[in-house]
């Protein structure tokens, strides 16, 4: 499985932007994809997960309402809707995949991961 991010840039504060996550290889509708972010020194954190199958979707608390993720099957492809960017926000944004299914919200349970992405909020 092979996981690769992009979409990331700089924006300024206020503005959106749309990650996309594209997975080649032997998927399973029961797969889940989580987005992460990581900020320079830290450990990476959890940001929002949806499974392939039901398409269902849990989110980190401080993202809920700004962010949105969805997967497009067709496209072996999951995006992550972020508005009303804030500078703090400012971090590499990574992409994985859970081969068990679960929501997961911590990076060891996630099996394959992208490079990641940089996004830079402007104030």
């Known amino acids: 499985v092979h996981v690769v991010e992009s979409g990331g840039g700089l924006v300024q504060a206020g503005e959106s932007l749309r990650l996309s996550c594209a997975v080649s290889?032997?998927?399973?509708?029961?797969?889940?994809m989580g987005w992460f972010r990581q900020f320079p020194g830290k450990e990476r954190e959890f940001v929002a997960v949806?499974?392939?199958?039901?398409?269902?979707?849990y989110y980190a608390d401080s993202m809920k309402g700004r962010f949105t993720v969805s997967r497009d099957n067709a496209k072996n492809t999951v995006y992550l809707q972020m508005n009303s960017l804030k500078p703090e926000d400012t971090a590499v944004y990574y992409c994985?995949?859970?081969?068990?299914?679960?929501?997961?919200?911590?990076?060891?349970?996630?099996?394959?991961w992208g490079q990641g992405t940089q996004v830079t909020v402007s104030s």
């Open positions: 994985a995949a859970d081969r068990n299914g679960l929501i997961a919200t911590t990076p060891k349970e996630y099996d394959y």
């Open positions: 949806i499974r392939w199958s039901d398409s269902r979707t």
């Open positions: 290889g032997r998927i399973f509708s029961y797969y889940t």
